[in-house]
């Protein structure tokens, strides 16, 4: 670490700025409508009102929140384990790796609407995977998966997977292969280094992956609004309808602004929890 | 890694990519479904093709996609390791507040940011053109960049700079010729974050264009109220096809550079 | 300290590059007595809501270069209008959007010199309640909600009760606009859909809360459900209806006896057009009977204009979802209070949490 001040400043300034016009501002600006006076379809009266918060508060938006919280936890699980392993393997796949990269992200660069579409596809009761199970003998009639929280998982998960992959890759990518040989030669067993050096040393990595994973698939709406016909109150959705449905910019103000506190305050409790454990203090 | 545990390893990551790569073939094949339904099979046509190419809506959308996530990845990528850079070395006041900033892109709800964006440029009077877009995007894009690198910096080995700079290399010559290497493959993947949320982002992007300059998600999630056009599908199934084509063409010359190199 | 000064030169720098690339849409502002075309015409409509082919056609004839653009949703077009920070020509609003819009101040007066072929629009669209001497708008295309439904599984559904079969579990999906939801409750409970008091609300949540035990989804495009089989019968647009009969024949649409809802999409010009004649140019050439035919020959739903439906065939004049028995019962949707329709919201809301 260095303490020098003025390069500091001098090499932040440009993102620093950017980030102030494009992102501060805007944000204290949807700060101060979430307390205006609401006039209906969009219209802002700049009289001080709490109604947006006395709405927002009410238990139907806590529970909205509450089952997405669940969903993009479950998803975001399932993408640390299917992720990791992975990551694992790009990252000892020697002059391949940055090939292999890439083919994770090139699914990414078509529409996710009609990537969505073919989950749709593969997922109805008359889908390619109900006939393959049917025809396998495996089961006799349709499982019903979409329009379930099943359907809501692996959209997330399909969704968000790379976020999880791409910062794991990163930190496993640089691991000193040193330090295993070291556990090795110590007499540790496979299973040993890996809970004890690998896992440990990639952790940042890992907690990159959830906060952009978790963070993210938590106020995403096309794919619950697309997989689960509707049928379930997502905050993502509660928000985009606030905007784009009611109009009631007050409302959808307050309701973001509040999902955003309670998920930052989430990621520093996250981030003073595990630098506990680790080294890795350098977070945040 | 022993061989068993990189055939199990292998096995397991082949199974992660039939999971990314199934629906890309599902969609591919409906290119050429007869049905302007996305969803039901009802027979084989090549019309979407020709319609594809008759339709410069989304030939222009698609063009304009590309620029703007290009010029987002560029920007984001240049602000995402100096920002990441300053943080991991630096201690400074307000250091805490500004890696506070950092996380609120991550968090904010897309649709939040783009009728923040949207007032504020109709407070500040600008009229809406394809590089509106722009600022929103790197506003998301960068966060994901910085993210990337601090769990890269985080776990590296900071000997080799200090080594380098004991043997008096200047910082410039330290960045360019130390850091910079070491920090390559973070920077490759934050930069393919930021390009991928860039290409494939609909909210912002919808609300900060101006006349004429849709970009290809924005098109796309407007005919959703009479079905997306298998339109669509083709493009995607040329777009698929071309980079696979390019990416099959760098792996065959490293496969034979393989060759060569075991014969020697 | 140097700092804050480069960082407010930059903003500065930052600002400048966004407008200077922002303005190449500023064109010469036109009085509104000019009778002059413009280079260009900015017009803003519906996602997959034309024939392409129109528009070449009208560039061709008339050396104007129309600029395309699309949206999803009545508010995203508002939103965006109110932000002044884009200058369309033309757009398509739907029906008490139109009456909205024109309260805001956001519309211009047409002028009808212009607008001769609006004499090819059926008696029954002009002056609507909407928008009462057609002061800011004229009709594009409309359509209806009612029931679509599959002829080899279902009895041709007399009322929107149909849905709430317990026969047809999990074959069914209601529209996702809560609006139009809860609408249907009204009309089967023969309430005022534009008017609902509390209590006829409260009646209305308890019955969407029993259609959410029959549905398999809410869903405001079910045509493919529909050609699938997945779904029998479904609350849904004319236009779905249309598209999903073209593929699959056992699918037939009707309006129901408790009423339907009916919807109009209309040209407007906003204030923030420079070029008001030459939108109202462009929206004549639109009215011309083929002109009008070619685009309801593309998409699915029903036309306004008298001239142009003498020239359809009778099977296409016949199609049911394109052009229906509209019973009596049936209504526009009007402008709404906020409160009523935060209402109508809530209760979609509710249900899905249950």
């Given at each position: 670490m260095v303490r020098n001040i003025k390069a500091a400043y001098l090499m932040l300034s440009p993102t620093i700025i950017w980030l102030l016009a494009f992102l501060v501002v805007p944000v204290a600006m949807i700060a101060i409508i979430s307390f205006t006076t609401n006039t209906g379809f969009g219209g802002i009266l700049y009289e001080f009102s709490t109604e947006a918060y006395t709405l927002a508060f009410s238990s139907l938006y806590a529970q909205a929140i509450w089952q997405s919280l669940w969903w993009a936890g479950l998803a975001t699980l399932s993408c640390v384990l299917i992720g990791y392993p992975f990551a694992y393997f790009i990252a000892h796949a020697g002059k391949w790796k940055n090939l292999l990269l890439l083919l994770v992200m090139i699914p990414f660069w078509t529409n996710l609407l009609i990537r969505l579409y073919s989950w749709i596809i593969l997922m109805n009761n008359q889908g390619a995977i109900n006939n393959l199970l049917i025809k396998l003998g495996i089961i006799s009639e349709p499982i019903t998966m979409l329009y379930t929280p099943f359907a809501v998982i692996i959209g997330l998960v399909y969704g968000f997977l790379p976020f999880m992959i791409l910062p794991i890759y990163a930190s496993i990518e640089q691991l000193n292969q040193s330090y295993l040989e070291a556990a090795e030669d110590l007499g540790a067993n496979p299973v040993r280094t890996f809970f004890r050096v690998t896992l440990p040393l990639t952790f940042p990595g890992v907690l990159s992956g959830i906060v952009m994973t978790f963070v993210p698939a938590v106020s995403v709406f096309v794919v619950t609004d697309l997989l689960t016909g509707g049928r379930l109150l997502m905050i993502g959705n509660v928000i985009k309808d606030a905007f784009l449905v009611e109009m009631n910019w007050q409302l959808g103000s307050a309701i973001s602004l509040l999902l955003m506190a309670l998920v930052l305050i989430s990621i520093v409790i996250l981030m003073k929890f595990t630098s506990k454990n680790n080294e890795t203090s350098s977070f945040m | 890694m022993r061989p068993r545990t990189r055939k199990i390893l292998l096995i397991y990551s082949v199974l992660v990519f039939m999971f990314f790569y199934i629906p890309l073939v599902v969609l591919m094949a409906f290119s050429f479904n007869d049905s302007k339904l996305g969803t039901v099979w009802t027979g084989f046509t090549f019309e979407w093709y020709v319609k594809l190419f008759n339709n410069s809506q989304i030939i222009e959308a698609t063009v304009n996609s590309l620029i703007v996530a290009v010029i987002t990845t560029i920007i984001s990528t240049v602000l995402g390791v100096l920002g990441a850079l300053v943080l991991h070395r630096y201690i400074f006041p307000g250091r805490k507040a500004i890696s506070f900033i950092f996380y609120i892109p991550v968090v904010i709800p897309e649709i939040v940011l783009a009728v923040a964006l949207l007032s504020l440029y109709g407070a500040m009077n600008i009229q809406l053109g394809l590089l509106t877009i722009v600022p929103g995007h790197v506003v998301f894009a960068t966060s994901f960049v910085i993210l990337v690198l601090l769990a890269r910096l985080a776990g590296m080995d900071n000997a080799l700079e200090e080594a380098a700079k004991d043997l008096g290399a200047n910082e410039w010559h330290t960045f360019w010729k130390v850091t910079f290497p070491l920090l390559f493959p973070g920077i490759l993947a934050g930069a393919l974050m930021a390009f991928t949320i860039s290409l494939d982002e609909f909210v912002v992007a919808f609300f900060t264009t101006g006349p004429g300059s849709n970009t290809l998600p924005v098109l796309v999630y407007s005919m959703v109220r009479r079905g997306v056009s298998p339109e669509i599908n083709a493009l995607s199934t040329i777009l698929i096809l071309l980079i696979i084509f390019f990416v099959s063409i760098v792996g065959w010359r490293m496969m034979r550079a393989d060759r060569k190199g075991g014969e020697v | 300290m140097a700092a804050p000064y480069k960082s407010l030169l930059f903003l500065c720098i930052v600002t400048l590059l966004l407008t200077a690339c922002g303005d190449k849409s500023e064109s010469s502002s036109a009085e509104d007595s000019n009778q002059e075309l413009a280079e260009e015409l900015y017009f803003f409509n519906w996602g997959e809501n034309i024939d392409p082919e129109i528009l070449e056609d009208f560039e061709e004839e008339f050396g104007v270069k129309v600029i395309y653009d699309t949206y999803t949703s009545n508010q995203e077009l508002i939103t965006k209008l109110n932000s002044d920070t884009v200058d369309y020509d033309v757009v398509v609003p739907t029906d008490y959007f139109v009456e909205q819009m024109a309260e805001e101040g956001l519309l211009q007066e047409l002028n009808m010199d212009n607008l001769p072929n609006f004499k090819n629009i059926s008696e029954e669209f002009r002056n609507p309640s909407f928008d009462p001497d057609n002061t800011y708008s004229v009709p594009y295309l409309y359509g209806s909600i009612g029931i679509a439904y599959n002829t080899e599984y279902v009895d041709e559904p007399r009322s929107w009760e149909a849905l709430w079969d317990p026969?047809?579990?999990?074959?069914?999906?209601?529209?996702?606009?809560?609006?139009?939801?809860?609408?249907?409750?009204?009309?089967?409970?023969?309430?005022?859909?534009?008017?609902?008091?509390?209590?006829?609300?409260?009646?209305a949540k308890q019955k969407i809360s029993e259609v959410n035990e029959n549905i398999l989804a809410f869903d405001n495009t079910p045509a493919d459900k529909l050609v699938s089989e997945e779904v029998w019968l479904a609350q849904t647009y004319s236009d779905q209806a249309g598209t999903a009969i073209a593929e699959n024949d056992k699918i037939s649409y009707l309006l129901p006896e408790d009423g339907g809802m009916l919807w109009m999409d209309n040209f407007v010009v906003p204030v923030s057009s420079k070029n008001k004649y030459t939108a109202e140019v462009f929206i004549n050439y639109m009215l011309r009977p083929e002109v009008s035919k070619k685009l309801t020959d593309a998409i699915p739903s029903s036309n306004p204009n008298k001239a142009a439906q003498e020239l359809m065939s009778e099977e296409e004049s016949n199609n049911p979802a394109s052009y229906p028995e509209i019973p009596e019962s049936s209504s526009f949707f009007e402008y709404m209070n906020q409160e009523q329709l935060g209402k109508m919201n809530q209760i979609y809301k509710e249900i899905k949490v249950e």
């Open positions: - | - | 026969a047809y579990e999990g074959r069914v999906t209601i529209q996702e606009t809560p609006r139009e939801g809860v609408s249907m409750a009204l009309q089967m409970l023969g309430y005022d859909m534009n008017d609902p008091s509390d209590e006829e609300l409260m009646e």
